[in-house]
């Protein structure tokens, strides 16, 4: 996915996990009863679930965004806009490639309206698990 300051090439969840631990030690911080229980500004699960299918940290940032949408206004499906996204130099074409990725595994299912703002419904976790999708 992307290369770091300490050359750490994080490619898969071992490599993330073992960059995320040295991160915390070198900065002096103890984990936090949330992070001990798995998660992470999202369920570990659900990190886990996307890191597979999406390819840049842009898609991965859509991923999260999308959840922590579904979070704060418990519903199952979500507007998402533009703006917040643009806020953090994310550019719309890597939100539609981030939202086709997770459509196609199963994950979401999306909902465009021409030059509306588009609805993700999340599907059922079951389903989206039986795709297995592996990172190319």
Known sequence: MDSHADGLEITDLDSLQQWMNKS??????KASSKSRDGHIGCPLSWFRLVFQVVRSKNELAVALHIYRLRSIRHS???AVSNAFLTELGIDPHAKYRALDRLEAAGII??????KQTIKVTFRDRKRAKGHGHARP
Not at 24 to 29: A, D, E, I, L
Not at 109 to 114: A, E, G, N, Q, Y
Request: proline residues 0%.
């Open 24 to 29: 915390t030690r070198q900065s002096g911080v």
């Open 76 to 78: 199952r499906t979500v």
């Open 109 to 114: 299912t999306v909902r465009r309206r021409h």
